[in-house]
């Protein structure tokens, strides 16, 4: 299958934001989504999970956590299982985001055994990777998305456990994004690196772009060869913002 031919995912990243009051966001994005040629999903933060997903239920949206601990129950004050975003009515968990590999010092290893745990709870794992800004000054980008994909992914990697999300570090929440062909040149080195490790099922594995997506600029990022969609979080905090990028798949 040509990866122009996989349904794209537009997956909103809410990070540490959002109150029970958000609810009428979300309300608003599912009354957004009918028509769209993509699936969409909300990844509120994990006090909101449970509502959302109740919320969402039966409608083309989906819900998604933003991480998860590898144990599946344990002593770990603080952390979620995979198993209880599954509970929670979670469809998928984001793991290895920027944020997380910055502020929790998580390293590949971890990211992959986190990607295991969200697959043996039944859900799909969004793992990200990205090259920090010096790297890519220094000519180093390809080498470490192409360390994290070796470090960060599980064996057995299909389209149904796993989606992978391409964020240059220094493009997410600044405004800045990579040129077109740069995004270009990292995505077909991701699915080349996908389709050596997981043979035909690594030609369907969805490679999301994610870094300072907005309205004005999805048309131009989310059309690239290799592009399967989008990670989006600023942008995702306002229905109309997030359905102005997702805009992108509306069928004419
Ligand atoms: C993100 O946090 O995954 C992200 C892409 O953020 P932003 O869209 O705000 O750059």
């Known amino acids: 299958m040509a990866s122009a031919d996989l349904t794209p995912l537009v997956t909103g990243n809410w990070k540490m934001n959002g109150l029970a009051v958000a609810e009428g966001e979300l309300a608003k994005i599912v009354n957004g989504a009918a028509g769209l040629k993509a699936e969409l999903m909300v990844c509120p933060p994990a006090t909101l999970v449970a509502s959302f997903a109740a919320a969402a239920r039966g409608s083309a949206v989906a819900i998604g956590g933003q991480d998860c601990h590898a144990e599946p129950s344990g002593a770990h004050t603080g952390d979620i299982a995979a198993e209880m975003l599954k509970d929670a009515g979670a469809a998928a968990v984001i793991v290895g985001h920027s944020e997380r590999r910055t502020d929790h010092h998580e390293t590949d290893a971890q990211v992959r055994s986190k990607a ?118 600023g942008a995702s905090l306002k229905a109309a913002d997030f359905l102005g990028i997702a805009a992108v798949y509306r069928s004419a």
């Open 116 to 233: 295991m745990a969200a697959r043996r709870a039944g859900l799909l794992a969004i793992v990200c990777i990205g090259e920090q800004r010096a790297e890519r000054e220094g000519g180093q980008t390809l080498a470490v998305i192409g360390r994290q994909l070796d470090g960060s992914l599980p064996d057995g990697g299909t389209s149904a456990n796993l989606v992978l999300a391409y964020e240059p570090v220094w493009a997410i929440g600044t405004g800045l994004t990579p040129t077109a062909a740069d995004v270009a040149e990292a995505h077909a080195f991701i699915r080349k690196r996908l389709e050596t490790r997981f043979g035909a099922e690594g030609g369907r594995i969805r490679i999301l772009y994610g870094g300072s997506v907005k309205p004005t600029n999805a048309k131009e990022l989310l059309t690239i060869a290799n592009v399967n969609g989008a990670l989006v979080g």
